[in-house]
């Protein structure tokens, strides 16, 4: 038993047989575990292995994202299929999601977002996390390399530090702000700094006053929103115009 905690993870290539599934290749390596994508010869699945290393640390704490993915059932959220543990696996196999990582989609295919996709992108994102919170649950880290897009569907992956609210230690709102910062990469995806000066988001991007107040109470640098129903009344008056 000791011993085991100390072997080195397996790492599987492609071709590789695992369970019943076959190994196509690796879409990721995070500090908790590693991703395959991988085929049952019918379909895709992620194959999530949990790093013994990071099982160990975090112990119980690993255990909120199989929990927390096992409750929802939201069409933009990865279903959990089934976990696998064995003397040399630990982890789960989840429902494989289309799309490309927004941080791809910005940084290498270098994609400029217009106000009307960016419209289209943050409903959705905003219909998650109202179903999310509405389950007790948040997320923490909606980042672009959180979600993908196949160009109209948004989904939202890596349920690693999501949590059950309790109003202390994680409160809903903690969401906003990510919201608020992938918003602005967004924004940022079309911007040109224009001299030399780095001016602060609000001052060097053109918003219009209710983008602008949306990203402040989103980001806290207004006084922040206190529900998502709040943030969904204010996103709708914004993007008005694209309706
Ligand atoms: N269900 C899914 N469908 C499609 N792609 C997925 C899915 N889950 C994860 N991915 C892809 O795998 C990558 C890594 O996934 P994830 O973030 O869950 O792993 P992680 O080990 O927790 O990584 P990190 O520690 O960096 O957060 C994601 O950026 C995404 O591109």
Redesign the pocket.
Known sequence: MVLSLFRRDKQYWPSEQFADYTIEKT?????????Y?VSDGQKS??L?QL?RAMLKKAGVKVRF?EEILRSLQHESV?RFIKKIEREDFNGYV????????F?DIIYLDKHVFEREEIYRVGRQLVEILKYLHSKSIVHR?IRV??T?YDGQKV?L?????ARWINNEKYRADMDFAFLGDFLLHLYYASFELKGFKKRPWYDELQLHPKELLLLKKLMGVDQRYTSIFEVEHDFYETFEAYQ
């Open positions: 879409i990721g390596e995070g500090r908790f575990g590693i991703c994508l699945y992620i999530k790093k994202e990865p989840l429902e494989f999601k289309e799309g490309r990582t941080e880290d390399p959180n993908l989904n992956v890596d349920f690693g530090l």
